[in-house]
């Protein structure tokens, strides 16, 4: 398995500009979560989604964030306008229940690195 | 909200020595996971954790759940070179899918 794929792994933006961040989960999960990292305050949730429904969205900074998933292949992370304070690593990770019990254990992707000027 | 608290922030250790670090929480888990981060790339599940007391290895790596449910530690013995990264803890307290809380991480460092 490829694993989760993120793409463009890195983005440098002029403020204001939209942003959006893409993923594909690793086929067979049916949980997405995407998270930011910072230095400041590390890996925070921002949404997760399981079978393709936003089950949690209220670690989402502003409106200006927004996220989808139209399928279970794929999800988008936007931000729009974007401002220099979104600069940060943004992960997405996916979900599967392992361990006999149906406990849940996620797959972070590579990241995006994102940098707005 | 729930807070994860990692300890040590760093790690200073020569090429050999045994490793061990945790976590603590206020707040009751059923599920703990440690990862490992290297830079540039996002973090690599090592061990998960289900169940109050049980401790699980991976190779050099042995991670046991805490039998309160509040706390996890990673051991890593006989450490080498390519051990170097960001160890993070997290752990969620639904059964099902849930978003991760996650520790600030201890920095691994060797020194041949």
């Known amino acids: 398995d490829a694993g989760v794929i993120q793409s463009p792994r890195h983005e440098v933006t002029e403020m204001g500009q939209e942003v959006t961040l893409r993923c594909k989960p690793i086929?067979?999960?049916?949980?997405l979560f995407w998270y930011r990292q910072t230095m400041m305050r590390g890996l925070e949730l921002l949404i997760y989604?399981?079978?393709?429904?936003?089950?949690?969205d209220s670690g989402m900074p502003e409106d200006r964030f927004s996220a989808k998933m139209p399928n279970a292949s794929f999800s988008t992370l936007k931000i729009q306008p974007s401002e220099p304070r979104d600069s940060a690593v943004y992960f997405c990770a996916s979900g599967t229940r392992t361990g006999g019990t149906g406990q849940e254990t996620q797959y972070f992707g590579p990241g995006t690195r994102l940098l707005v000027l | 909200g729930q807070q994860l608290n990692q300890s040590p922030q760093s790690m200073f250790i020569q090429e050999g020595e045994d490793v061990s670090m945790n976590c603590t929480s206020s707040s009751i888990f059923n599920t703990w996971l440690w990862y490992k981060q290297e830079p540039g790339e996002g973090p690599v599940l090592l061990i998960a954790l289900y169940k109050a007391g049980e401790l699980t290895s991976n190779g050099r790596l042995t991670a046991q759940f805490g039998i309160t449910r509040k706390d996890s530690f990673l051991n890593i013995s006989a450490s080498i070179p390519s051990d170097v990264g960001i160890y993070f803890c997290a752990a969620h307290s639904g059964g099902g899918a849930d978003g991760l809380t996650f520790g600030k991480g201890t920095h691994l460092i060797i020194q041949p």
């Open positions: 086929s067979g999960h049916n949980s």
């Open positions: 989604f399981n079978n393709n429904v936003p089950i949690d």
